[in-house]
């Protein structure tokens, strides 16, 4: 036996490498040229000389070879991109985390820079005790840590009108799923007192949009946090540092940043961004309003049209991740004929609730196309609807809350393509 | 009600508000000059302007006033930068995810850029079928997810001849946790079919120092993962891009980055990195080997020598971290008086096994001197000894496996110290 980077041994099997390639069936199937691989049997550059130093880098970045696992926009959705969205490359990302690096931003008037210095939370309101905290007060409170995931209320939104944005990144991709440590917001307000008339609970960052929304107190009291930390450091400047609200299963709008404000009242305020802007605009014209939870829903990542299959037939994963801002993904089917006929994929990992679920399926790929198609079950029983459901109960006016069935075209050549089935 | 930025209403209530500073006696108790505090009364420069447009960073770092999160290594501590570590900043994180950028790395000759096209493992020794998987074959078998923390099992090691190095980062900073995504390596051992004399594997780096190290076939077949995804997102070069193994609860020496070779035998290769390295050299000058599970162990991060408490007495949070190589962490004790009284913590989301877990405590801090200890019991039972209970067994030849109490000295002026109790 030796270690040797090239043995006698290791040339010996290499013969029966060459011709075991073939014979690749239960995982990997791809034809490979017959003869032994240099890229293995002879000594590489990077096995011959030093690498990088411990010093090299003390705080890390994805490696360039990965430089297109990025976050993007699209320049025409929105006015200016200092009111705008990114999207999360979910397509290349797998797992259930987000690093904060890549998770999308939606900003109302820019990502500000807030120091903890400069930084207070107010809370006023129907309280016994209006208080101001600095963030030194608020580290010594006490703190709990949870996994949620944040999705903007519009994700989905443009295939309300049918297919319009290709690439799972743009169609599906304004959530992330981080891990948060902060105070859970009850803390403050029971340090504050609540007034026996305070029934609602409004929030406003320190941006100039303020971006304030109303929750009722029975939310506030229950699993809403105030964070600091996401995925174990500090929030990221766009993300809201130093303090951010954490609103778990709810829509993202209400994770008010750069956090300044907690006010109690006896109703809610009824601001923009609870009246003009995420609000469900009716086939009659009247807005849906209060559609704070994001039901339950999937997505196939991958394959997708940012991820086309060219590997040809055979073996083949299918990634996906479901959520349910209702509770705990208990299962998900997937289809690979349009909604036909389904099968269960495996829950890989913890299915938390209100928290990113990751899903596979392995299936051995015939070659021929398919309607790529998944669905998610939550522990309330709550089935993910189609997209023609939905639509025949809120029309098309409305650019939110769509957690219809999304379907991927896989063609015979691998490509995949944004569709709808009839 | 109004939402202007200063309200008749709002400057109202600040006069009580500067009354209500002395009176947090809950939570935060900071002293609070009287009067309104213009950074919450007064309009903002960060209020009044746009911030960041979502194209600012597509992939983003952390806001410049954290640019002390960051890992450091110690120049005196190894010969060569290029074959040493760094340490994580456990003491300015929370919760139990390590972001891939400021996880400790170790490198034995670097930390080398392999493509994924460059990328082959070949599977080869007692099997039916020698094989070489490019990274596409890898991509094609069924995946996994599992969060599992990685110490190097040197981690701690300079206490075993007393307190030698300050600050948490670096006395316990070898660690990090991660959720990681890849194939078991059970699949691509069946793949190639383990031969009946098969008891051992051995895993190979791409990198010079190979650092290859061999563990029990039971082991690979158990929970060991060849990982491509690190908290959602690809490996890190300085990681393994684009694979390393994931060998859960176990050394991270054995956690072989840049993944080239698992050749099956039937006993243990005896490398230099499992014989003169990675061996506990007894009292009597034997080397205790085969020692690769990291025992239960647990470390206060805050307040800690780079954390002293700036706020004086009352409310303070003690916040730690608890893991065990056999399983789940069922419970975490506290210790203010050197380990004379101990008193349960709180455990703050998932206790997940062979995973970092979160503990925190929140007292009443008296402004006197504390002896900080914490430890972390598993569901083996297992109890995290003193040091010199693990002295009185190992001597002060060795550099590995220090699992013991760590105890911070907490002076009056809320400074913190590195100490040992006798």
Redesign the interface.
Known sequence: ?T?EPVSPS?RG??R??AL??A??V?????A?AAGP?P??TEV?D??????????????????R??SH?????VEWLTE???S???FTPIH???????????AF???H????????Q???L?I?GLVE??????F????????????AFCECAANGGMEWGGAQLEGCQYTQGMIH?M???GVPLR??L??AGVNPEGKWVYA?G???S?N?RSMPLEKAMDDVMVA??A????L???HG?PARLVVPGWEGNMWVK?L?RIAV?DQA?E?REETSKYTDLMPDGRARKWTWVMDAKSVITSPSPQVPI??GK????I?GLAWSGNGRITRVDVSLDGGVNWQPA?I???AKPKALT?F?L?INWNGEEMLLQSRAIDDTGYLQPTKDELREIRGLNNVYHNNGIQTWWVKADGEVENVEVA
Chains 1, 2 share one sequence.
Not at 109 to 116: M, R, T
Request: hydrophobic share 35%.
């Open positions: 036996m270690d290791r099997f290499l029966s490498t075991a390639g014979g690749l239960a995982g990997a199937a791809s490979r691989d890229k293995i590489q990077w096995a011959s000389s030093f690498g990088d130093a411990v010093d090299a880098a003390p705080y890390g970045s994805p490696i070879f990965e696992v990025v976050r993007r926009n200016s991109p200092v705008s969205i990114n290349a990302l797998e797992g259930t985390i987000t690093p904060q690096g890549c931003e939606r900003h008037s820019g990502a500000i820079e807030l120091s903890k400069d930084f207070r107010m006023n005790k209006p208080l101001v905290f600095t030194e007060d608020l580290l010594r409170f006490p703190r709990s840590v949870t996994t799923n891990e948060y440590t803390l403050l029971e340090e406003e320190a941006d100039a303020s304030g600091f930390f995925n174990g450091e500090a990221r400047k766009e540092y750069w300044r009242y305020v601001s060219r590997h055979g073996a083949l994963v990634s495996r890989s990992g913890d990751r596979h392995d």
